[in-house]
């Protein structure tokens, strides 16, 4: 195919850290980020934890002249915290929702309440088509004991069929966001292996940013990223990238408790070679291992949870039946203290309510965790038969006319 002239674009990722009223000095940081983007610089802003409606509105407000065009993502309770704003036009814009993310009742870590998501901005740059994609996976907050983990890798696994099913049609493609992965994690690692995408920070050969290699990022390390693949009409390179470096000068706090990511994507008509397939087999694999273990985990859960209301409903059964004896034996007082009876009564009713909403969740979350793993599962064995050359015949069955045998080469019904 032949070079055509390359577009420069430069992209700009950002955890806001946007909760209103908990997050510190929320209001200046957002009036600090709208000041940087109005300079224009960049053509593209990928937003998250923009939790707060007004503030993306008065985001858009600020960057009405340098970034004409912005769509704000709404999902969940308190949103899905995701907005876009571009000097390019947008002409469609789609959100999916992920179908695991946490449990309501780890509320102090609040991600449940959140409606975290993907969301899909289709632009128009030049002559090309681009899928931008921006997203916020769910949190890591102990590494060594990670109950999130499934969820964690089921929404990466979501993710990348997401960009995989909508981006047929577009010659570049573009995702941004806090995907709460170390680079090296399985989940990670499943997204750029069966997407074909590119990490900026490793294809870049100029860096601006700390001495230290993951000096820029969030306690030395790196969970948030900018993500590119081309087409085959279109390949995209990155010139460089920059991040911001802790507090900025004359403000005595940073924009966010993470750091800002800005790369300059340079786009040409080159074709892409497939990811390899063993490889891509290995990393499915495992991450179908990991699933699986959440999975004996949430029925191990939903176990427990139906024993435990089992037992709360005996509890009351034994507790109505010793309220009935003086019912049934004229005379006969009750053996107990009324006050008793109705604090048992309130337990045993707390036990089954409580035990009856664990159950309907973590069925919902096996049903998640099932389909998840039924998908890898297909998935795996279509990449197996690839490798192995293996064709498989969809020609529909014929039946022979009426009165007549079947012949030796037909196929059998």
Sequence with gaps: M??????????????????????????????????????????????????????????????????PHSHYFKSGVIGSGLAIFCKYRIHDTFLYRY???????????????????VGLAIIQIGNLTANVYVTHLHAEYCREKD??????????????????????????????????????????RLLRSYTGLRDAYLETSQFDGCEDELGPFEKGIRIDYILFKGSAKAEIHCDWMSTTKGSIPEKPFPYSDHEALTVELRVKALRLQDPALGHLVDI????????????????RMRYTATRTGIM???????????????????????????TSFYLLATLCCTILITTFLLYIFYTMELKSLQGAEDQMRLAVGSLQ?????????????????????PGAFDKEE
């Design 284 to 299: 499915l694999t495992e991450a179908r291992t990991e699933v699986k273990v959440g999975l004996h985990c949430a029925e």
């Design 99 to 117: 179908s695991l993310n946490g449990y309501p009742y780890m509320a102090h870590h609040g991600d449940w309440f959140g409606g975290k998501a």
């Design 147 to 188: 109950s999130y983990l499934p969820h964690r890798i089921v929404q990466a696994w979501e993710l990348q069929q997401f960009i995989r099913h909508t981006s047929a049609g577009a010659d570049a493609v573009i995702v941004g966001g806090d995907l709460n992965m170390h680079p090296q994690d399985l989940g990670s």
């Design 312 to 338: 709360g409903l005996a509890l009351l059964i034994l507790e109505l039946a010793i309220a009935a004896v003086p019912w049934l034996a004229l005379g006969a007082e009750q053996p107990f203290p009324r």
């Design 2 to 67: 032949a070079n055509s002239s390359a577009v420069a674009v430069q992209v700009f990722s950002l955890n806001c850290w946007g909760i209103r009223y908990l997050s510190k000095q929320c209001a200046q940081r957002f009036a600090m980020i709208g000041d940087m983007l109005s300079n224009g610089e960049h053509d593209i802003v990928l937003l998250q934890e923009v939790w707060s409606e007004k503030d993306f509105l008065g985001l858009k407000k600020k960057l009405a002249f340098s970034h």
């Design 385 to 405: 038969e690839r490798l192995r050359g293996v064709t498989v015949d969809h020609t529909p069955l014929r039946k022979p006319p009426e009165g007549e045998e």
